[in-house]
């Protein structure tokens, strides 16, 4: 009966020099990432000699994406009945839903709908350009409903909470109450050394900081979908005494290391923004057109711009991080298709991007959220649950296929831990080993270092990808 | 002898309205060895400690309270359980009722802040607020919870809500 | 048979190391260049003696009197020896070397310690060859307290002890400094009498860059009139501006970052400032995260509470600052040793207290991981090991006797009576008490080999506990650094960490270790005094003080009288607040090294943590910003920097010593001009000067 985990705090603090007894230290990790790059021991997958160039786009959903309403069964003789019994009064009629693609395989025979706002989402699952992973979520290890009721399961902590979920998204560290770095970042360490010289990071984000992306050697570049950062009116006219002077000073020379140090990572730092803002500059415009009234689109514009210019900026191989708030609809699911329209159009346009590029096998992106939300509203909205729906979209995705396990939808079953809050059927380590081996991390790196909860669902080293979901070859 | 009658009467009653009352003891909630009432009887038969008398038994939904008082007493409480059970943030806790239930005594370590009967408490919903609409348990983080109640109006998300943190 | 001799008077490299005081750090005390005033320690040869002048500063020999010279008699043949005679001065010690053909270079022949009285010294040598030899004169610290065997003659101090004779506890260092700057000057030992030595306001000013928040005209007037041991004095005098008393001062709404912005009014303007500086110092080691959301998060009370035990015990024993943290429900809260239970059974139990705390207060809050020497260095075992300060099982033993800690009061001040009662919010303003309902019983193995056999109450436990943390050798070389970390070098030397440790320890009163003795040896100590130094001298200034340095230095004054923040956009700008560390570890790692030189050379800059791509872009636009007061609460009162745009090089110089204590180099200092003359209004001009100062490596960098 009683709850097995180690009591106490222990995991508030980084391990620096003493091993902790039972959870992951995520400086551990990182000291083992620094390890093998020092010692040039990386998988020969980390280090491919092809010309190939390769990006991930992370589209994060914060606050818990209702994710029931946009990927739902509509057929009338099971699936779409269930749904409506379930959700009460935040159900969506049938017709606010498109059938895409196959029916589920037998025994399950429910047929499926995306919510009608998401044409262009529909128009690249029928492509083939698109897929979606069912009911996947942050788990320690797999769980069942008698594990829960019994309280003897190892669950991910603070679940159902919102900036729990979303550490543990963007780490894959769901023991950890406070990690110290993202998938992303452990990811990218692994993958830095394909990249050439450039102060620009090879990871980019529209969102500010983010866990996914932070706290590995290859550092972000910040920025908002409509400035780069750089220092105050640096390239503006009424500057240019100031900037001399700044310039100077930079370039002089210090006899005290501390104040060399300083100048030089200042001037580094001015130089990557220079950089950076250059090769946009010379780069020739996409063409494609962004809706600039979004605020996904503006951010997924930035990211198809700065791929755009990834050779300017000497760079194989890339991250991208841009946020879409407001999807934590305990008031009401009025705004929720609209925002989902939203979503869509602007995934729509970032793919035409991608194509208008040439870039689009290249290029993959994938969505991440909080957790899903209660099937049974509280009176006007849903509230926190737990497994949910994602999407990928790139031309290396196998599409027009679910993957993972559409939960059935009657209340009450074995993965109903209460409202219809889904114990996830596929942990969010599977899902991202796919992106990760697709990026080119060998699986035992995958396994040791960048997702080392990963191994309590599936053996990446021997069994390859977990679900499948892209295509290797492409 | 009428005199000494009704104040026979009087202590008699002062004894007994003093047993009602908790009293504290130093040795803190521990077993009891008076059960002041039957359900706290019937939660010690289960194995369940009551921890004595907090803000919540004292003021929740009480007379000379408020929406507000009541959930900064929940709050108060919450915050009390989470210190004595430091892994809180490990359990299945998606809001009311498996809070209010796991502060009933359904936690590996059988302590119980909240009664198992209270008026302000159904079963499947969880804790009501003194209005008789379910309070919402917002969780924000591992654990920091948002303590919402629908205010006079009796719906959630609406501006004259009460929310503590 | 030939015996050539040569006399150099050699600087020891570098003499800070050695111990001098020496402001203008050329290697020459500055008691001697206050015995020949006028005289400048340089190469001309006043007395025509054949030795320059800094020659006979190195050597101890007066630059005005051609007897006084360090020389070598012609050396005596007698027999199958040679004797060499020289006048010696008290103090000095000298090596006679001989130039060693084979190996092209001098070999030492004799080497001779300093003598209390100066009087003639005599060496005699085998004879055999004859050669060429040399006497070199140098200055040695036997007691290693920063003074030359020299200077302590002539100051009356003592050179095999660091400690005064006086039992003040203030190391001999600062004894002599303040008998330099006291009233009536001194008189030395060989009858001289010095005149008053008062700081210059460059001198002045560089002190305050490390013992305020920043220099103004007023404190630097402070400083040079009251010396800087004067200062430090008047210093410890002035009441205690609390946290709470600046939050009730600045009287904003009452909201979370109300106790944030309390911090900013006692930085701004508080007289107490060395005392504000060694809280905020003290914070950052004993951390405590204040962020919203939590019950001590939103409540600036508590906040207060808690920072005003490091305001109000800045100057006092560090064990009593340790208690009051231990005893604190802010901390119980952060690092969960609040209503921490003991086992569930003795025998077998499987819950276990929680050792967060027990952890934390042995690794950063006392002793660290590794057994130290006095001077940092790490201690070795047999096998050349580092050895651990504990393992696994003693913070498992810590850990038993933080247990059955809880509130000791509920219902928002009234007596508690168990351990279990709940807290309203201002019940945190209360100490914990320990409570043995809940506390482990059971000997204790604990920290430093300490056992407690558990016939002990639980309140007995916690104190014993701290007793042994605070006994622990390597408790001073600790604290000593992470201290001289926050307000002067990041990579003090092993002499000046030691001089440090040495005024933990060499309290005489038999109390632990008085915080205000070791802020004073931390600042004045020779390594701090000198000017220059090596290239890995100083530190990289704290963002935050340097902002608060611009507040300060420019009297940024809020027209409600009130002193607020943009404590979130800040916190972004520059990767800490205070009050705000994203963990118990601080904003920076003691030990974080960025990649190259530093790396390879081993040495640190935990600052410099704080200086990713962001935070160097963003922290440069946010003094831009501030410059032109967009953004910042408040104007800046740039009187007398208007006055001085006729004369834009006497700006730049005031701008840079209120913001560098006027260390500018003279190519920055052009740069700045030209940019500054290029402005076209007053306004523009000032504003200028201002921003490129606090961009100048010279201002982000403490040297």
């Known amino acids: ?442 699986a035992t790196n995958v396994r040791d270092l960048v997702l080392p909860n990963l191994s309590n669902f599936h053996d990446v080293v021997e069994g390859g990808a977990p679900l499948g979901f892209m295509k290797m070859d492409g | 002898m009428r005199i000494f009658g009704v104040v026979a009467l009087l202590l008699i009653f002062g004894f007994i309205f003093r047993s009602r009352i908790a009293w504290p003891t130093s040795g803190g909630g521990g077993v009891i060895t008076e059960p002041e009432t039957a359900t706290q009887s019937a939660e010690e038969s289960k194995g369940v400690r009551f921890l004595g008398e907090n803000p919540f038994t004292l003021e929740y939904g009480k007379s000379n309270g408020d929406i507000r008082r009541d959930l900064e007493a929940l709050r108060d409480v919450v915050t009390n359980c989470q210190s004595l059970i430091k892994n809180f943030d490990a359990f299945h806790l998606p809001g009311n009722p498996e809070i209010v239930r796991f502060l009933q005594g359904a936690n590996p370590e059988n302590l119980a802040w909240i009664p198992e009967e209270h008026s302000l408490i159904k079963r499947d919903i969880g804790l009501l607020d003194r209005n008789g609409n379910p309070v919402f348990f917002h969780r924000l983080s591992g654990l920091q919870i948002e303590y919402r109640s629908a205010g006079a109006d009796g719906k959630h998300w609406t501006d004259d809500d009460v929310i503590v943190r | 048979m030939k015996v050539l001799t040569v006399v150099v008077a050699l600087l020891a490299f570098p003499s800070v190391l050695f111990g001098v005081i020496d402001f203008n750090g ?226 904003l709404p009452i909201n979370s970052s109300r106790g944030r912005d309390g911090w900013w009014r006692s930085a701004n303007v508080a007289p107490d400032q060395l005392r504000q500086r060694m809280a905020y110092a003290l914070s950052q080691i004993l951390g405590v995260n204040f962020k919203g959301g939590s019950v001590i998060g939103d409540n600036y009370l508590i906040q207060a509470r808690y920072y005003d035990i490091f305001t109000t015990g800045a100057f006092g024993s560090y064990r009593d600052a340790l208690e009051k943290v231990t005893y604190n429900p802010a901390m119980g809260f952060y690092l969960s040793h609040l209503n921490n239970r003991k086992s569930d059974d003795p025998v077998s139990p499987t819950r276990f207290p929680d050792e967060n705390f027990a952890r934390e207060i042995m690794q950063l809050f006392t002793i660290g991981l590794w057994e130290l020497n006095l001077d940092g260095s790490r201690k070795l075992d047999q096998e050349g090991n580092f050895i651990p300060t504990y393992g696994n099982q003693t913070i498992t033993e810590m850990a038993k006797v933080f247990t059955g800690m809880s509130h000791s009061t509920t219902n928002n001040g009234r007596a508690a009576t168990s351990f279990y009662d709940v807290a309203r919010g201002n019940d945190y303003l209360y100490d914990m008490k320990v409570w043995d309902e809940e506390h482990e019983t059971g000997p204790k193995s604990i920290v430093n080999g300490v056992q407690l056999d558990g016939s002990q109450t639980g309140e007995e436990e916690v104190q014993a506990a701290l007793d042994a943390l605070l006994e622990h050798p390597s408790l001073p070389p600790f604290l000593s650094r992470l201290l001289i970390q926050r307000f002067t070098s990041s990579n003090p030397s092993a002499a000046y960490l030691a001089r440090v440790s040495r005024v933990w320890l060499d309290d005489s009163t038999g109390e632990s270790a008085d915080l205000g003795e070791v802020i004073k040896a931390i600042l004045l100590d020779p390594e701090v005094l000198s000017a220059g130094g090596h290239q890995y001298h100083g530190k990289v200034r704290e963002p935050i003080i340097r902002y608060a340095s611009l507040a300060r230095a420019f009297n940024l004054v809020s027209g409600s009288g009130k002193y607020s923040t943009n404590q979130p956009l800040l916190n972004d700008d520059f990767g800490q607040f205070p009050m705000l560390s994203p963990s118990v570890f601080n904003f920076y790692l003691p030990d974080f090294a960025p990649e190259g030189e530093f790396r390879m050379a081993g040495m640190v800059s935990p600052e410099l943590q704080l200086a990713s791509l962001s935070q160097l872009l963003r922290s440069d636009s946010q003094f831009a910003a501030s410059v032109e007061e967009s953004g910042v609460s408040g104007s800046f009162d740039l009187t007398k920097e208007l006055t001085l745009v006729d004369e834009p090089s006497a700006l730049v110089e005031r701008v840079d010593l209120l913001m560098t204590g006027g260390r500018l180099k003279a190519d920055t200092k052009l740069m700045i001009l030209n940019a500054v003359q290029s402005e076209v209004t007053d306004l523009e001009k000032v504003r200028t000067a201002i921003y490129l100062v606090s961009q100048s490596m010279e201002c982000i960098v403490l040297n």
């Open chain 1, 1 to 442: 009966m009683k709850n097995k985990q180690q009591y106490g705090r222990v995991n508030r603090r980084r391990f620096l020099g003493q091993a902790s007894c039972s959870a992951i230290g995520s400086a551990s990790l990182l000291s083992s990432l620094i390890n093998l790059r020092l010692t040039g021991s990386l998988a020969a997958a980390d280090t491919d000699d092809g010309e190939d160039y390769k990006a991930l786009v992370c589209v994060f959903l914060a606050g818990g994406n209702d994710s029931f309403n946009m990927l739902t069964p509509v057929d009338a003789s099971q699936g779409y009945p269930e749904y409506l019994a379930a959700r009460g009064d935040v159900a969506l009629p049938q017709t606010d839903f498109t059938p895409i693609g196959d029916t589920l395989p037998s025994p399950d025979g429910r047929t499926l709908g995306l919510n009608v706002e998401m044409p262009e989402l529909k128009a690249l699952f029928d492509l083939g350009k698109a897929s979606f992973i069912n009911n996947v979520g942050t788990l320690v290890e797999p769980v069942t409903k008698l594990g829960i009721q019994n309280q003897s399961a190892s669950l991910p902590l603070g679940l159902y909470s919102h900036s729990d979920q979303q550490l543990h998204w963007q780490s894959g560290l769901p023991t950890n109450r406070s990690p110290l770095n993202g998938w992303g970042a452990r990811l990218a360490d692994l993958l830095d050394d394909l990249n050439g010289e450039s102060q620009v990071s090879m990871n980019v984000s529209l969102a500010g900081t983010n866990l996914f992306q932070s706290g590995g050697s290859s550092s972000v570049l910040s920025r908002s979908a409509s400035n780069i950062p750089e220092i105050r009116q640096w390239n503006r006219w009424v500057y240019r005494h100031k900037r001399a002077a700044q310039e100077s000073i930079l370039d002089a020379q210090y006899q005290n290391a501390f104040e060399r140090s300083f100048a030089t990572s200042k001037k580094a730092a001015i130089a990557a923004s220079a950089e950076y803002r250059a090769a946009l500059e010379s780069q020739n415009p996409i063409i494609t057109e962004f809706n600039t009234s979004n605020a996904l689109a503006r951010q997924l514009k930035a990211v198809a711009e700065t791929i755009s210019a990834r050779g300017l900026l000497s760079k194989r191989r890339q991250t991208f991080f841009v946020e879409l708030g407001g999807w934590d609809h305990h008031n009401g699911l009025d705004d929720h298709p609209a925002m989902l329209g939203q979503v869509s159009e602007a995934v729509g346009q970032f793919y035409q991007a991608m194509v208008d590029l040439e870039l689009e096998n290249q290029v993959t992106l994938f969505t991440a959220s909080d957790f899903g939300r209660t099937l049974t509203p509280n009176g006007n909205g849903t509230d926190h649950a737990w497994g949910g729906n994602q999407f990928v979209v790139g031309g290396c995705v196998d599409g027009g296929k679910f993957f993972g396990d559409y939960p059935s939808l009657d209340l009450g079953n074995d993965l109903d831990t209460g409202r219809g809050r889904f114990i996830p059927t596929t942990s969010v380590d599977e899902y991202i080993a796919d992106l990760a081996l697709w990026m080119g991390v060998s």
């Open chain 3, 26 to 251: 050329n290697g020459v005390s500055e008691i001697w260049e206050l015995q020949y005033k006028g005289t400048v320690a340089d190469d001309f040869d006043s007395d025509k003696d054949g030795s320059s002048n800094l020659a006979e500063g190195i050597a101890g020999t007066d630059p005005r009197d051609p007897e006084s010279v360090l020389a070598l008699e012609h050396p005596v043949l007698d027999g199958p020896e040679v004797r060499f005679s020289w006048a010696a001065e008290a103090g000095k010690s000298y090596r006679l070397e001989r130039w060693d053909p084979a190996a092209n270079g001098w070999s030492e022949a004799a080497s001779i310690l300093p003598l209390s009285i100066s009087a003639i010294q005599t060496v005699t040598l085998d004879r055999l060859d004859g050669g060429v030899f040399r006497l070199v004169s140098a200055d040695v610290d036997m007691d290693g307290d920063g003074l030359s065997a020299w200077e302590e003659i002539l100051i009356g101090t003592s050179d095999e002890s660091a400690a005064g004779v006086d039992g003040s506890g203030e190391g001999d260092f600062v004894t002599a400094l303040r008998a330099l700057e006291s009233e009536e000057g001194v008189v030395l030992s060989n009858g001289t009498q010095l005149d008053r030595r008062l700081p210059s306001e460059k001198e002045a000013a560089r002190f305050l860059l490390k013992a305020s928040f920043g220099p103004t005209d007023e404190s630097i007037e402070e400083v040079v009139s009251m010396g800087l041991t004067g200062w430090i004095d008047n210093q410890a005098t002035i009441p205690t501006t609390r946290l709470q008393t600046s939050i009730a001062r600045n009287a």
